[in-house]
């Protein structure tokens, strides 16, 4: 008995039917949600993201709007930014009518081949390691992906405001350039962090400096990076 049905992707079974056609594209998906109460199967339509960065994740599917406001549930499979393998895969969701906020929830989960033998032939077949709960938000994992700096500038300019602050406040351009290679950092990045690190560029004589804007007091509190 069918419980199951996965189109994959959607754009393929549309005919002449274009997928950014809002009115078609609703009409298509509606039809296919009755048919699925009627029959008492669930379905999956699998699709791809769009290049447009600056929206929202859930904006970012590619095509009509309505392939995001029909579905009770859209779920994003997206790279882990903090796996530094690069093998971590994160399933967020972007929509999650059917559950409360609370347990909104993501997972993490790796891929790997696993050998199978069937009669004489081996095989080797994927198997999902799941890696438990994630509580990332799509939005800003697929910012990060987008832009790759965008990590290492809270790093630096965390580096960077240490660093000012053990020195009274100010140092010149050029240790903190020195230094900041030796992390892998250049300089036009220290020069994005200097907003985050609340710091800014000034000059004594010749010489570039960067300083605080206004030093912490004990027991100040400090924003996490």
Known sequence: EIKLVIIDPLGSYLGKMKKNAEEEIRWVLTELKEMAERAKVSIISIDHFNKKTEQSSLQQLSGAGALAAVPRAVWGFLKDPEDPEKLTRLMLNLKLNVVSEANKMGLKYRSEGVEFSI????????????????????????????????????????WL?????????????????????????NSKLVQRALGKAEAAYDKIGSRGLYKLIQMREPGDDVEEV
Do not use: T
């Not at 994927?126 to 290492?152: F, H, Q, T, Y």
């Not at 405001?161 to 100010?170: F, I, M, S, V």
């Open 119 to 158: 009669g004489n032939v081996l095989s080797i077949l994927p198997k999902i390691n799941w890696l438990g709960v994630s509580d990332s938000d799509a939005d800003e994992v697929m910012k990060r992906e987008a832009d790759p700096d965008k990590s290492k500038v809270g790093k630096c300019a965390a």
């Open 161 to 185: 405001r240490e660093r000012l602050e053990a020195n009274k406040g100010q140092e010149f351009c050029s240790i903190i350039y020195q230094e900041a290679e030796k992390k892998g950092w």
